[in-house]
């Protein structure tokens, strides 16, 4: 299970803002994280996100939708490049648009997804919306491996956080979001370590498939959970 001493090669898909990124980023350069950015693609050509990269000397890539005949021509052409940098472990974090299905076999068990919310729970858009509108008093982030049904991939690792009396889309998402950052960046040092997998459609923790996904203890560990805690 243990990965050679080099350095994670993490390639991230992102349409937008970039937190997360940069969350990546500020723990690589803290010694935190035993991984290297290969790579940073977006369908948006002004993504914030391909800023923050070059910032940091990343090599970016925007690949605009428009000009492909259809969604596979472009999906196909995005993770060709995906693929020239030679990544471990592909990030989608604020990867607006649904991946088809020849592109995920392709990277079967290389493909995680950052999602604003505790999977299976409020998929797709506006899931703190969602959230509020459905009263519950839990809400979080999910780091997924990605299958072809979006956001339905198994669930690696989970951080929650309250929905408190007042709250709005917005200050539900900024509770979340101050979370996303380190469940993102833990369950990537999980990858660093060689100790998660993807086998037969289950999420493997050192060795051993896992019932109920990983959560994001306050000390920012991640910790196995038993199902009476979901
Ligand atoms: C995050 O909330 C992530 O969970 C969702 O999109 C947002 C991206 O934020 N998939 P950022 O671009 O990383 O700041």
Not at 36 to 42: C, D, L
Not at 61 to 66: E, H, I, Q, S
Not at 134 to 159: C, F, K, M, N
């Amino acid at each position: 299970m243990e990965r050679a001493a080099r350095p994670l090669r993490v390639a991230v898909l992102a349409s937008g803002r970039g937190s997360n990124l940069q969350a990546v980023l500020g723990a690589i350069s803290a010694g935190r994280l035993g991984a290297t950015v290969v790579g940073v693609f977006s369908d948006k050509a002004r993504a914030p996100v391909l800023e923050r990269a070059r910032a940091a000397g990343i090599t970016t890539r925007a690949l605009p939708p428009t000009g492909f005949a259809h969604r596979l021509a472009f999906d196909a052409a995005m993770f060709d490049a995906v693929e020239e940098a030679a990544p471990d472990l592909v990030v989608c974090a604020g990867y607006m648009r649904l991946i088809s299905e020849p592109q995920v076999t392709r990277m079967a068990g290389r493909l995680v997804n950052i999602h604003p919310s505790l999977l299976p729970a409020f998929k797709g858009l506006h899931t703190h919306r969602q959230a509020l509108d459905a009263g519950v008093t839990r809400h979080g982030a999910s780091v997924h491996y990605v299958t072809p049904e979006l956001d339905g991939g198994p669930v690696i690792a989970q951080a929650r956080v309250p929905v408190l009396a007042g709250d709005d889309p917005q200050t539900l998402s900024d509770r979340v979001l101050a979370r996303e950052h380190p469940l993102l960046v833990e369950t990537l040092r999980l990858f660093a370590a060689g100790r998660v997998a993807l086998a037969d459609d289950h999420v493997v923790v050192d060795g051993s498939p896992i019932h109920v996904p990983l959560q994001l203890d306050p000390d920012n560990a991640l910790t196995p959970a038993s199902l009476s805690d979901i």
